[in-house]
């Protein structure tokens, strides 16, 4: 992967996000190539730890950037995500699936011998989700840094995460009320082009969801798949890949399958049944018709977008030596 990050073929799409990014972050006090003067190796030590971890297991990819959107929606992006203890956000419901924090350490732990107390927890997370895209074959974008960590971790403060069950409108208020609208909520859902699912979160689909039968929004020659793979009273913690077909590459498959009724939660498989946001998954596939959308550059936009919800900056927060403890 070497030199992969000057590839020719995205010298426009980071144009883009240079320019846009330069915008967007003005007034949160964040800004592209924060550490250059600090610690001018920051965002490489990041990329090479992400690498490593990735090359012996290429699920750490989506884990991190779950972790990333999570730490986001809950307190900010501050971090907070990474406390151990009691009754942390590591804790609740929502996050106990989540993998990918040894990489964090790992970066962190290389960081502090090279530029002790300068790099906080919340840019780690936030640059090695845009790694762990770039790593399955999707965009590579500036990332805004300059974040500062939170001390706040509570459980009870996940309810505000989205959930599998949940109703686009539901999701679309929730995303609005952190600046995010209908296409980057569609957008940021198709992160779910890379990763797996538990059974036990989706399983209730396929046995007895109406009048005895499977989802009627499921297409039924994919309804005997996914019961052979998660059955009825089987191990709930089995895993299967969100984006069938293509659960390690980051691209549009994941919207065709929505378009052919092969979503496997239920929340993804809504993007299409409901109208609002059905026509941005068609302008992510280009659809005939529709006004095409690039869906990499977007993602990449609504990335930056959200990464700047709630971030410390300045004299706010801290830079914890250790990510999973308050200093």
């Not at 020719?8 to 003005?26: E, G, N, Y």
């Not at 610690?39 to 030590?45: N, Q, T």
Request: glycine share 8%.
């Amino acid at each position: 992967m070497k030199g992969a990050y000057t590839n020719p073929r995205f010298s426009l799409a980071m144009t883009v996000m240079l320019a846009m990014a330069a915008a967007l972050v003005q007034a949160q006090g964040t800004r592209v190539g924060f550490y250059a003067r600090t610690c001018p190796r920051a965002e490489s030590i990041v990329r090479s730890a992400v690498q490593s971890h990735f090359r012996s297991n290429p699920n750490i990819a989506p884990g991190l950037l779950r972790m990333h959107f999570h730490d986001c929606f809950v307190q900010g992006c501050d971090a907070s995500i990474l406390i151990d203890g009691p009754n942390t956000e590591k804790t609740a419901p929502p996050n106990r699936l989540l993998r990918g924090y040894e990489v964090i350490d790992d970066a962190k732990t290389q960081l502090e011998a090279a530029c002790p107390g300068v790099v906080s927890c919340a840019d780690i997370l936030t640059l090695a989700a845009r790694d762990s895209v770039f790593l399955t074959r999707g965009i590579n974008w500036a990332v805004p840094t300059g974040r500062r960590d939170g001390r706040v971790s509570l459980a009870s403060d996940t309810t505000i995460l989205p959930g599998f069950r949940e109703s686009i409108d539901s999701q679309k208020q929730k995303f609005a009320a952190f600046g995010l609208n209908t296409q980057d909520l569609v957008a940021l859902v198709g992160g779910h082009t890379i990763g797996t699912s538990a059974c036990q979160l989706f399983s209730y689909r396929l046995y007895n969801f109406t009048n005895g039968g499977p989802d009627p929004t499921m297409n039924p020659a994919f309804v005997p798949q996914l019961q052979a793979l998660c059955p009825q009273n089987g191990d709930g913690s089995s895993r299967i890949d969100l984006d069938t077909g293509s659960g390690n590459r980051f691209d549009t498959s994941f919207f065709a399958n929505l378009r052919n009724g092969r979503g496997i939660l239920e929340s993804d498989q809504k993007l299409w049944t409901d109208p609002s946001t059905r026509t941005f998954v068609q302008r992510f596939l280009g659809e005939r018709g529709s006004r095409p959308l690039n869906f990499n550059v977007e993602f990449a936009r609504s990335m930056v977008k959200m990464s700047n919800i709630g971030v410390k900056t300045g004299t706010n927060g801290e830079i914890r030596r250790i990510c999973s403890a308050i200093n």
